[in-house]
């Protein structure tokens, strides 16, 4: 495995298959080689993650220092820290996408 595939701490990642498929996440915990365990801070919070299989994810470059740094201090993340890390990605790419035409 290259390094692009290893998961990271507060990495994006997005959904590919399940019924959250389309959808972006953060990953708050690497449970092993294959899951890792996402959060979003809506649908799903910190406190009620998803277990997900890394073959269900498109791992993004994207790593979140916000979200990595509240959980090496205290542990946790708030979910309000996460929607702001997905949303600080998510939105240009968006507009990228419909100044294109897509």
């Given at each position: ?7 990271q ?26 899951f ?16 997900k299989?890394?073959?269900?994810l498109?791992l ?19 979910n ?14 968006n ?8």
């Amino acid at each position: 495995m290259d390094s692009v595939n290893i998961p990271q701490l507060g990495q994006l990642v997005r959904i590919i298959r399940g019924k959250d498929s389309g959808k972006y996440a953060v990953i708050i915990s690497v449970e092993d080689q294959r899951f890792v365990w996402i959060a979003d801070g809506d649908k799903r919070k910190f406190d009620q993650p998803k277990k997900k299989n890394l073959i269900h994810l498109e791992l993004l470059q994207t790593i979140s220092s916000e979200v990595v740094d509240s959980l090496k201090e205290s542990g946790r993340v708030t979910n309000g820290k996460l929607r702001f890390a997905l949303k600080k990605y998510v939105d240009p790419m968006n507009s990228e996408a419909h100044e294109k035409g897509e």
